[in-house]
């Protein structure tokens, strides 16, 4: 059970990640 909520955890992380490069993608790429 530990284990699985860590995994979801870092999903999560990842998640957030992702989304912050692609907001920092598009912010570059919009006037």
Known sequence: ????Q???LKNILLLL???KELIEFFSLYTP
Do not use: A, G, N
Not at 1 to 4: A, C, D, G, N, Q
């Open 17 to 19: 990640l992702k989304e």
């Open 1 to 4: 059970k530990y284990l699985s």
């Open 6 to 8: 860590k995994s979801i």
